[in-house]
């Protein structure tokens, strides 16, 4: 088993900062591609960014410009820099990890618990 565990989230002035964090641990040989996704209330779950192993990034167009992510992969963790943060960006901030536990097992999916980011003044 793999657990992903989010820290970083909180309470934030728009315009501020804030740097989310995911460490992820367990049965780990190697983490493909890690990401961040974010649910709002009564909204589906959305991509925010992703990051492959290798450094590749890509991000949504809404947060394109504002947030940075990045990866320490000797320490299975994956970061993400919100700068200029903005009302709408208030949502349920999960992490997600490709995960091959061991050869030849296939890669899969896990996600952290979640972190909460509210932006309000």
């Known amino acids: 088993q793999v657990q992903l565990v989010e820290s970083g989230g909180a309470l934030v002035q728009p315009g501020g900062s804030l740097r989310l964090s995911c460490a992820a641990s367990?049965?780990?040989?190697?983490?493909?591609?890690m990401g961040w996704y974010r649910q709002a209330p009564g909204e589906q779950r959305e991509l925010v960014a992703t990051?492959?192993?290798?450094?590749?990034?890509k991000y949504a167009d809404s947060i394109q410009g504002r947030f940075t992510i990045s990866r320490d992969n000797a320490k299975n963790t994956v970061y993400l820099q919100m700068n200029s943060l903005k009302p709408e960006d208030t949502a349920v901030y999960y992490c997600?990890?490709?995960?091959?536990?061991?050869?030849?097992?296939?890669?899969?999916?896990?996600w952290g618990q979640g972190t909460q980011v509210t932006v309000s003044s």
């Open positions: 990051i492959t192993r290798a450094g590749t990034t």
């Open positions: 367990g049965s780990i040989f190697t983490i493909h591609v």
């Open positions: 997600n990890a490709d995960v091959t536990s061991r050869i030849p097992l296939p890669p899969r999916a896990y």
